[in-house]
């Protein structure tokens, strides 16, 4: 659970004038706030397991949880933690899991949809306030499936069912029989079971592949990875924000150099799974979220206030755009001065990379398009940053043509 410490009566006035209040806890501020249609398949496993554990642990201290959804969990770097203090109460004998369909329709029905569907589950679970209902997974696992793996058919294929019909929302409450607590808790280990065993159904891209089949050499590339560390060195940022950040290696390295705590974004989701694996391994503050930064994550809920914009919920000191200019100006056809201007203006420091056009992968993208794309040039580039902030260093990188530039807003 994230940490909290209870606040003495004598300041409570200061916050509520209330007099029905028990108790008031206070707990320190998350840097980053994300949300799990934004999570890695493996972030999101990751935190479903957190969940249960936690259940568990409650059960057998007397108490339980009314509500299961995966907005209660956060991430301090790759580690998950609880934040809905409120959520958790006593447990009654006999009850039921009032939580059990949240936590299918966020948590289970998401995984299932990448794990058999072969898909990312992100911009679907996006476009769904309460979570993925079940009639939506079960019709594309196949049938061998369900004969293989009991669990499935007990955690999925019946609550659908009930989900469809609603059925036991229909009984009366005073006809269902109690639930011992055994019973609910061989439930959440059973949840527990089919956890473990999911994995994404995908093929590795040449994306998730990309530090390894990159279009410039290791020399290059060193010395990208040396002006990393040492930008990172200098500017120590609190939240340094990584715009394409593939597995986060870039990311990883400022970590290791000064970076406090990082968040990553990109659309590859095999990569992504990559760079939280590699971050919950090595126990470093990174995030790597699943968001495309021509079509981020807006306002969405209730008049489009419930969950605040991407960009409004990372506050970063440092900006790492490294090869993704040429994706916005010539992928995705956003003018170059505006695709500067929209770096700069998520952090104050950074480092923004420049590949030229006669790069091969840049080659590779004008193949099939006709090349409408004159201001794409260095000159331009260079022009572009010194309208909205001070150059502190121009590192041409070896081996290659790219070049990167530091800067520093006014």
């Not at 260079?382 to 081996?399: F, G, M, N, Q, Y």
Request: hydrophobic share 45%.
């Amino acid at each position: 659970m994230i940490p909290f410490e209870e606040l003495p009566r004598s300041c409570w006035p200061a916050i509520t004038p209330s007099s029905e209040l028990a108790h008031v806890l206070e707990h320190p501020k998350l840097d980053i706030v994300s949300y799990p249609y934004e999570w890695p398949f493996q972030a999101l496993k990751r935190a479903a397991l957190a969940h249960i554990d936690l259940h568990l642990e409650l059960l057998s201290s007397g108490l339980t949880l009314k509500d299961a959804s995966a907005f209660n969990i956060q991430f301090r770097g790759a580690k998950p933690i609880f934040i809905d203090l409120l959520s958790i109460r006593e447990y009654e004998d006999g009850e039921y899991w009032l939580g059990h369909n949240q936590f299918l329709n966020q948590f289970i029905a998401p995984l299932l949809w990448e794990t058999w569907g072969g898909v990312p589950f992100q911009p679907l679970y996006r476009s769904l306030l309460h979570g993925v209902p079940l009639g939506h997974v079960t019709p594309i696992i196949p049938w061998y499936a369900w004969l293989k793996q009991p669990s499935l058919t007990m955690n999925v294929l019946f609550p659908a069912k009930f989900q469809a019909t609603d059925k036991f929302a229909d009984a009366p409450l005073l006809s269902r029989k109690p639930l011992p607590k055994s019973s609910l808790k061989f439930l959440l280990n059973s949840l527990r079971k089919l956890l473990a065993n999911l994995q994404p159904h995908r093929k590795e891209t040449s994306w998730s592949r990309y530090t390894t089949t990159s279009s410039y050499s290791g020399i290059a590339a060193a010395a990208k990875a040396e002006e990393v560390a040492r930008f990172a060195n200098v500017v120590r940022p609190r939240v340094l924000l990584d715009i394409g950040c593939n597995d986060g290696s870039h990311a990883l390295a400022a970590l290791r150099n000064g970076a406090v705590s990082a968040v990553g974004i990109d659309t590859d989701s095999a990569a992504l799974d990559r760079g939280y694996t590699a971050a919950e391994r090595d126990h470093l503050s990174f995030q790597p979220l699943y968001v495309d930064i021509a079509n981020p994550t807006p306002a969405q809920g209730w008049m489009g206030e419930e969950r605040a914009r991407v960009f409004d919920r990372i506050q970063a000191d440092g900006l790492l755009a490294l090869a993704i200019l040429h994706h916005l100006v010539i992928g995705q056809n956003v003018p170059l001065d505006e695709a500067v201007g929209g770096l700069i203006q998520l952090a104050p420091k950074g480092l923004i990379e420049f590949i030229p056009k006669t790069d091969p992968l840049i080659q590779k993208m004008l193949f099939h398009r006709e090349d409408v794309f004159p201001e794409y040039n260095f000159q331009s580039f260079r022009r572009a940053i010194e309208l909205r902030a001070r150059i502190i260093s121009e590192v041409p990188l070896p081996d290659s043509q790219r070049v990167l530039i530091c800067y520093e807003t006014r």
